[in-house]
């Protein structure tokens, strides 16, 4: 971990960064020697007053002006050492923070799926703060407080003899000792405190995002009952914690204060003999009550540093968590120079090896048509548009747009040439004009507004008391779900890719706006070769092609009416929704005759 960090406190090609490290360490060295003169300053002092024949004479004042300067000395090296590294500290948390950031938009689908976004967001705040923790304090806390152990010690042993220095070292080593072993014994109530934390955030974030459907089913109670275990579980971790860090606390007082009587009855026995005078006494209790202070937050730094630790581990596993997609060396763009043609090979694919998801699935589609593909659910209608979009990558047989294998082209250039209109919309927490935006953040506003016209949701819009600057809400909620796939038709449209895929774009709404909506997918994917993964057979029938997928198998395929006439499962499925639709219309029709 520490070898990781190290790059950011000396960074490569920033030679301003460099002298500020430099600076802070030259800072440290003066700002320690600085801190040792000071007792010997009080010892000449005090001796000097006690031989003095007067109250105050020449010498004793300029060694008092000494004595408050050193102490000013050491205070302003330690506040221009914090300023002067407080830029190299910012950004080394800055750039760690962005490259976990883009390593998580590099993992793959099923990372984003198995993981609960409350956990992951718990465990990078958590990290980013060890982390300037850990940058702060490894340099400018143990560092220096080892090198005025170092000089105290230099100085007690040639002014005085190897009691002293021996008494100091024994004291500091069975403190450090004392500290290493409990604060060892500690991180597993830290590691099992940060594992409850994240886990009652996780459910509080979950629940929160599904307000709705906990509104729908009246389990606000059985919320709070799961939120409350986890808390229960961390309320249980931090106490045994607090509880160790008590037994810490008090032995290290205990250490402390033993060597403090062991170095004065040295020094009161040399006094006694006349071998030391009182401003030896002084300057022993003193240094002994100097070191107390760093040891004490050497003790407290060590603490953190482990609990930083533990909080920085979990952020760069996430970090070492290898992406499952990945581009190959020196792999070139994709170059769509035929329309974007594309062509699945003898595809097979499977989440899981024990369960198949697509075997051997052949088709292509033209450049500027539409091919449909239909069939029940759990057939892998979904997973072909996630192949396509090179969310995952195939385990047999090959995917081509123009002839190019997708895994032999950049994933970006793939995904630019790509425009998907999905199921279930998200749409960021932000305003209409930035979520139509996202398809093309640099487009200007004539090219926005043309998009939701081409979408039919500029009226809308414009209706709108504070128009394209209106708030959608967590995940566009203010919005209704036709509003949302009109959104996220406009942002495909900015975009102006060469192939568009249309997941499910209308499953969810109502026969009204799903007809409206489709009117506005026909225009969009005029000259577009589209894919097109429907429920309702309804919106399919203008494809060029259909195919009939069912158990990871395409088992018809053909146009609309070759596959009625052909009575296989296409005509099946199509009888069965159009008695439903019967149905529903003419409960339709009797619902309105009873209201009139």
Do not use: C
């Not at 938009?105 to 993981?115: C, N, P, Q, V, Y």
């Not at 990290?127 to 220096?144: A, D, H, K, Q």
């Not at 097979?348 to 589609?365: G, H, N, T």
């Not at 539409?370 to 090179?390: D, E, N, Q």
């Amino acid at each position: 971990m520490l070898r990781h960090l190290s790059p950011h406190l000396w960074p490569r090609h920033e030679p301003e960064l460099r002298l500020r490290v430099l600076a802070a360490l030259a800072l440290i060295v003066a700002g320690k020697l600085a801190t040792v003169a000071i007792p010997l300053i009080y010892k000449q002092a005090v001796d000097a007053l006690s031989l003095a024949a007067q109250p105050l004479v020449l010498v004793p004042v300029a060694l008092i002006i000494f004595y408050g300067l050193a102490r000013v000395a050491a205070q302003a090296a330690g506040e221009l050492r914090e300023l002067v590294f407080a830029k190299v500290a910012q950004r080394a948390i800055r750039r760690i923070a962005l490259e976990v950031f883009r390593h998580l938009h590099a993992l793959s689908l099923r990372f984003h799926l198995e993981r609960q976004t409350g956990g992951l967001s718990r465990s990078i705040e958590r990290g980013t703060t060890g982390i300037e923790y850990l940058l702060s304090f490894t340099l400018f806390n143990i560092g220096p407080t080892l090198l005025e152990i170092l000089l105290v010690s230099a100085i007690l042993w040639r002014r005085y003899d190897a009691r002293f220095m021996l008494a100091t070292l024994a004291t500091i080593v069975a403190y450090v000792a004392w500290t290493i072993g409990i604060t060892q014994w500690r991180v597993r109530f830290r590691r099992e405190m940060n594992e409850r934390d994240g886990e009652a955030n996780a459910r509080a974030i979950d629940s929160l995002l599904n307000y709705e459907t906990v509104k729908y089913f009246s389990n606000e109670a059985h919320e709070a009952r799961r939120f409350d275990l986890a808390k229960q579980a961390f309320e249980r971790a931090a106490v045994r914690s607090q509880t160790s860090l008590s037994l810490l606390n008090l032995g290290q007082g205990l250490i402390i204060s033993s060597g403090l009587v062991l170095m004065m009855i040295l020094a009161g026995a040399g006094v006694a003999q006349h071998r030391l005078t009182v401003g030896d006494f002084v300057l022993v209790n003193s240094y002994l009550l100097q070191l107390y202070q760093p040891l004490n937050i050497l003790g407290m730094v060590y603490r953190n540093i482990k609990q930083s630790l533990i909080d920085v581990e979990a952020m760069y596993r996430l970090l070492h968590e290898p992406a499952e997609v990945e581009d190959r060396a020196g792999a070139p763009e994709l170059v769509v120079a035929r329309g974007g043609r594309v062509r699945f090979e003898r595809v097979s694919f499977a989440y899981d090896p024990r369960r198949p998801i697509l075997d051997e699935v052949s088709f292509e589609v033209p450049a500027g048509q539409t091919v449909a593909i239909v069939g029940p659910s759990g057939g892998g209608k979904s997973t072909i548009a996630r192949l396509l979009f090179r969310f995952y990558d195939v385990t047999g047989g090959s995917i081509e747009i123009d002839g190019q294998d997708l895994r032999d082209v950049t994933q970006g250039s793939l995904r630019r040439a790509i425009g998907v209109v999905p199921q279930d919309t998200v749409l960021f927490n932000d305003t209409i004009r930035y979520n139509i935006a996202y398809g093309r953040p640099d487009a200007s506003e004539a090219e926005i507004i043309e998009a939701a016209r081409l979408a039919r949701i500029h009226d809308f819009v414009a209706r709108l008391p504070d128009g394209y600057e209106t708030r959608v809400g967590e995940r566009g909620l203010k919005l209704s779900g036709g509003e949302k796939q009109r959104v996220a038709i406009a942002r495909v449209i900015l975009k102006a890719p060469a192939i568009l895929i249309f997941d499910e774009a209308t499953s969810a709404l109502d026969s009204a706006t799903e007809q409206e909506i489709q009117a506005s997918l026909r225009q969009v994917s005029t000259d577009h070769t589209t894919v097109v993964i429907a429920h309702r057979l309804s919106t399919v029938v203008d494809a060029d092609e259909i195919l009939v997928l069912d158990h990871g198998r395409i088992i018809e395929r053909g146009r609309h009416g070759e596959l009625l006439r052909l009575g296989g499962a296409y005509a099946a499925m199509w009888a069965r929704q159009r008695r439903a639709a019967e149905r529903e219309a003419a409960l339709a029709e009797i619902a309105a005759e009873i209201q009139d």
